[in-house]
């Protein structure tokens, strides 16, 4: 059996569990379980009276469940249902909540799952297997536009049109069904010289359309603004400029557009402080144990 470990070596460890400035007897949210190493420092900063709520859609992180911790609660759901959850718990408040955006190692290092260019698999990327349309039902399926607006909105791809115009017009021949499929059909409109680095664009956009990140992300981030006490953090790592002006926005309005609001009198009305003004970076030597870490941004902000 994979260990957590080898699941998903968590990022930005430390700095992200202190942004919490956990209370022993806190109650806490982890939004992105996975293999649980952030949960696992949350749990150690905890007292008895404290307690962690961690979800996760994927089967594959509840391998990774702490066995004996009383004060933990797993939730098998997207964290974009994160109120209901609460509510279901009899939550009104939280002290805090940690959310590792993006997609963990292990889906990465899983074939089957199809996120990665690296081996031929289905092309299916969903995050959780047990419900919804595949990559494969995406690119088979939706009209010429709706394709170029994915590549171009989640994968900043500049050549959009041209790919969405070719998937098309290779699905009527045969579909696409795999991930070598998908990269046979596009290979000639990827220049040499930024090949892997459009490929990763287009599997991003797939896999963002697929899960619905976008709209999950905003979903959750308003719920835990309504959910933080004054005085709870909020800690986000994000991997993307799209997910990343989300939260910037959030921390910096309380909504996901950025728009600033004033009161009757016209005093802004903003539901955080900058806990880090600037950003937080790993260090070059975790990006070199850990190469996923490279794009990762850590935000941290305090309810007020």
Do not use: C
């Not at 009276?49 to 702490?66: C, K, M, T, V, W």
């Not at 889906?107 to 959780?128: I, Q, T």
């Amino acid at each position: 059996m994979e260990s957590a470990e080898t699941y998903h070596v968590p990022v930005l460890l430390h700095d992200s569990i202190d942004g919490l400035d956990i209370q022993p007897q806190g109650i806490y949210v982890d939004v992105t379980f996975g293999g649980g190493g952030h949960s696992q420092e949350i749990l150690a900063r905890l007292g008895q009276g404290g307690h962690l709520y961690s979800f996760d859609q994927d089967a594959d992180a509840e391998r990774n469940i702490p066995r004996t911790e009383k004060n933990f609660t797993f939730v098998r759901s997207n964290f974009r249902y994160l109120k209901n959850w609460m509510r279901y718990y009899g939550v009104e408040k939280i002290d805090g909540l940690l959310a590792d955006l993006g997609v963990s190692s292990h889906h990465f290092d899983d074939a089957e799952r199809g996120f990665s260019f690296r081996y031929d698999a289905p092309l299916d990327m969903r995050m959780n297997k047990r419900a919804g349309q595949t990559a494969a039902d995406l690119v088979n399926n939706a009209d010429e536009r709706r394709l170029a607006d994915i590549f171009y909105l989640y994968g900043e791809l500049k050549t959009a049109r041209r790919i969405a115009s070719t998937i098309v017009k290779r699905r009527t021949e045969k579909p696409i069904l795999t991930t070598q499929d998908l990269i046979d059909t596009v290979q000639p409109l990827m220049p040499r010289d930024r090949e892997k680095k459009d490929q990763a664009k287009l599997f991003q956009a797939l896999r963002i359309e697929v899960n619905h990140e976008m709209e999950a992300l905003r979903e959750m981030l308003l719920a835990a603004t309504e959910l933080l006490r004054p005085g709870g953090r909020l800690s986000v790592i994000t991997y993307h400029s799209l997910e990343d002006r989300i939260v910037k926005n959030v921390m910096k309005s309380g909504n996901a557009e950025g728009n600033v609001e004033a009161d009757f009198f016209g005093r802004i009305e903003k539901p955080f402080r900058l806990v880090n003004s600037k950003v937080i970076t790993p260090t070059a030597e975790e990006q070199k144990v850990n190469p996923r870490s490279r794009s990762a941004k850590l935000r941290i902000a305090e309810k007020v």
